[in-house]
């Protein structure tokens, strides 16, 4: 090949500056065409009303991200337009959850290939005027003085659109815009040009980002059925007027939290996957429809034993996993091969739960006979220490639950107490500190397994400890029943002592006497 035509062509490829060869640079990387970024923009409900929301909203999606529009040191988002995890509170430091954060996972859902990013910005209370960037400087001008400071997380300058155009410019180095979702209009009623003013706000957006029309859908929402702007819907509608690439949200079943003008938790949630559904339409995709999760083997009787490898089995669709861990591919048995849970086979033949990491969680259904507090206990091996508790819902209903272990092979019970309703419920167990297997758990009702032959096969009664005045033999049980030998002692601390050199770990355990009592004791070793 010819020198001078080789010089030319790596000068084009890669850049000569000084006589140096330059390799392209990771910032310089082409954006990502499976990262679909969508800006939604509007007013309350849009930005969030609902601080109530729970531990369901705040999981991470893997595959949903947001573009920091405002500075959030607090919640980890300290740089504007920086990419983050799409977790609640999205739009601004305080604020609460938006439709934004469920369109996000729907669309996810059903892009399975893609990752979705958000870029939010919104205002309470504002009219349409705030994004208009030829009036925002007159409306901020004449506006309460709550809103003007609203405003200005976007800027000092109260420049909520140019905030928008600021973000998504750096976004489009990373992925593609795919479209944008709107939620505004109560404040407007009274607007005569509010849909003029919307479309103005659209057609700037796709000029200043080199967007097309017919590839950049726009979604907007209803406002809150039956409330106090329910008859602005109308409007809403009408945008189809203006904007050709156009869908809506319905908001119907979806009522006020009281106030008449914002939707609850579960409106933001369904909102959330109304907007999505409608993307999906426009972009010819067919949506994932959520399923919920099912019991892997039926739902489980408590009282009763719980093996932890028989989690449910997921669902489809953003809250409906029965599962999450932060690594999978470590286990080494082929049961239930196709779920991300590392499942061990361990010596003696028994499938364990394991590579627990702190924030992993399995649930199950389980059916409880009556409310009540339970005994929990659970097989369980460390090298170390770790702990778990157990969750219905966001509440925790249990003690959380040490774990200490010198070896994965040396499976010892820990146990604590559980508070449970009556009646078919969702059973969650959480690691709250790394690493630990388990194997089982059991709840029951009493100290005793059912069916433990000490126990008369059922329900057994537990004594207050009186200190004998002679000297008497106990029968030592650990709490699954199994006896582990005769002491003899004369009181509580004698009791106790001679139970530790009879065991071999400490832990609570059954002593009973001759004459038929039994007393729990505590036995340190």
């Known amino acids: 090949m010819d020198v001078k035509k080789f010089s030319q062509i790596l000068t084009v490829a890669f850049g000569v500056v000084g006589g140096v060869l330059l390799a392209p640079t990771h910032s310089e990387a082409a954006p990502d065409p499976n990262f679909h970024i969508y800006i939604a923009y509007g007013q309350s409900n849009m930005e969030g009303n609902a601080t109530n929301f729970t531990d369901v909203d705040k999981k991470e999606h893997p595959r949903v991200k947001m573009f920091a529009t405002t500075s959030c040191p607090r919640l980890n988002r300290p740089t504007v337009g920086e990419v983050y995890p799409a977790i609640p509170p999205m739009f601004k430091c305080d604020q609460g959850l938006s439709p934004a954060d469920w369109f996000g996972r729907n669309m996810a859902d059903s892009l399975p290939d893609v990752t979705i990013g958000i870029i939010p ?99 907007a929402g209803e406002m809150v059925d039956g409330g106090s702007c329910a008859g602005f819907n109308s409007r809403v509608h009408n945008l189809s007027q203006y904007i050709v690439n156009f869908g809506v949200a319905s908001s119907k079943g979806y009522g006020s939290k009281g106030d008449g003008l914002h939707f609850t938790v579960e409106g933001y949630r369904g909102m959330g996957q109304r907007y999505a559904q409608e993307m999906l339409k426009l972009i010819n995709v067919e949506p994932v429809e959520p399923e919920p999760q099912t019991p892997f083997k039926g739902v489980i009787e408590i009282p009763g034993k719980v093996e932890a490898e028989n989690f449910d089995v997921p669902g489809k669709g953003s809250g409906n996993n029965s599962y999450s861990v932060a690594t999978t591919g470590k286990g080494d048995s082929d049961y239930r091969s196709g779920e991300g849970v590392n499942v061990y086979k361990k010596e003696s033949g028994a499938l364990v739960v394991g590579y627990n990491q702190t924030g992993n969680y399995y649930q199950y259904t389980i059916k409880v006979a009556a409310a009540a507090e339970y005994v929990v206990k659970a097989s369980v091996a460390a090298e170390g220490s770790g702990s778990f508790v157990f969750k219905v819902g966001d509440k925790v209903v249990s003690d959380t639950i040490a774990v200490e272990g010198d070896s994965w092979n040396k499976f010892v019970d820990v146990q604590g107490k559980i508070k449970l309703e009556a009646g078919e419920q969702i059973l969650t167990l959480e690691v709250t500190k790394e690493y630990f297997d388990i194997d089982y758990f059991e709840i029951q009702k009493d100290a005793c397994a059912p069916g433990d032959p000490e126990c008369g096969g059922g329900t057994i009664a537990i004594a207050k400890f009186k200190a004998p005045v002679a000297a008497e033999n106990y029968r030592i049980f650990d709490m699954n029943g199994v006896y582990v030998g005769m002491v003899r002692a004369s009181g509580m601390q004698e009791l106790r002592s001679n139970a530790a050199s009879l065991v071999k770990r400490g832990g609570v355990y059954l002593a009973k006497a001759q004459a038929g009592k039994i007393l729990r004791i505590q036995v340190a070793k």
Do not use: C
């Not at 420049?159 to 593609?176: D, H, L, T, Y």
């Not at 979702?181 to 109560?186: K, L, Y």
């Open 121 to 219: 910005v919104a205002q309470g209370g504002t009219s349409i005027r705030l994004f208009d960037p030829d009036d925002y400087k007159n409306y901020l001008n004449s506006a309460e003085s709550w809103l003007k400071n609203g405003a200005k997380a976007y800027g000092d300058d109260g420049n909520a659109m140019g905030r928008i155009i600021e973000v998504a410019k750096k976004a489009q180095e990373k992925g593609v815009i795919k479209g944008i979702i709107f939620h505004q209009g109560e404040t407007d009623g009274g607007m005569s040009n509010w849909e003029q003013i919307v479309k103005k706000t659209y057609e700037y957006m796709l000029d200043q980002l080199g967007l097309k029309a017919e590839e950049t859908p726009f979604v």
